[in-house]
């Protein structure tokens, strides 16, 4: 059973107040996009890369990935949902129905290997996966409160799944013109209300939106 690792890159990149797209932003003298490829790519349950990218960033990402064996860079939609579903249309004519589907935001560049591998491994034994962090709190604006009593979790990637199960769901979202998904996991519960199988995320695997989270990234890792 094959493994794909998908790596979401088409966002514009506004609100990072920087010269250039956050892709190629460097800390530590290296550009974030490298490092969830290299995750992947170092890991050895991960059989292929798959970039999806902007129009605008797909030429300066093949130059900085020339090189990179076992990567393919494509091009995305205008939403999340749009780039996934470009995806896995690319996918469709290598992956079987019970490969795995790992789907990545790039703007979370320091996922850890060790994580990835639960994943996946997670995936294997439940048909799907996603990472958690339990620090979110519900706010009920009719009452004016902050409500204790909910289990409010924040969602993270890679969210693992089926190609059988992501291609139908896909699929079926684009039959219905039904739009607007954030994630994977969204998109799955909207088609067949699965639910999918979550396991405790790492605090340094956050979403790199503006400059100033690669502070809170930072003191997370310290």
Not at 115 to 133: D, F, I, M, Q
Request: net charge negative; aromatic share 10%.
């Amino acid at each position: 059973m094959k493994i794909y690792g998908v790596i979401l890159a088409a966002g514009d990149s506004t609100r990072f107040a920087a010269e250039v797209n956050k892709l190629f932003y460097k800390v530590n003298g290296k550009e974030l996009i490298l490092y969830p490829v290299e995750t992947f790519l170092d890991n050895n349950e991960i059989d292929e890369v798959l970039i999806v990218s902007s129009k605008l960033n797909k030429s300066a990402l093949e130059k900085l990935l020339n090189g990179y064996q076992s990567v393919s860079i494509i091009l995305g939609g205008d939403s999340r949902q749009e780039s996934e579903y470009c995806a896995i249309q690319y996918l469709q004519d290598k992956a079987t129905d019970n490969c795995l589907i790992a789907i990545h935001d790039a703007a979370r560049s320091f996922m850890s290997s060790e994580l990835l591998t639960s994943l996946v491994n997670t995936a294997k034994e439940h048909g799907s996966a996603a990472p958690y962090l339990d620090n979110s709190q519900f706010y009920d604006i009719e009452n004016d409160e902050i409500v204790t009593n909910k289990k409010i979790v924040d969602i993270q990637t890679p969210q693992v799944y089926k190609y059988k199960e992501l291609f139908e769901c896909y699929s079926y979202l684009l039959k219905n013109n039904i739009t607007g998904m954030v994630d994977t996991t969204e998109s799955m519960f909207n088609f067949n209300k699965f639910e999918t199988h979550v396991i405790r995320g790492e605090d340094s695997n956050l979403k790199i939106t503006y400059e100033s989270d690669l502070e809170s990234i930072e003191k997370a890792t310290i």
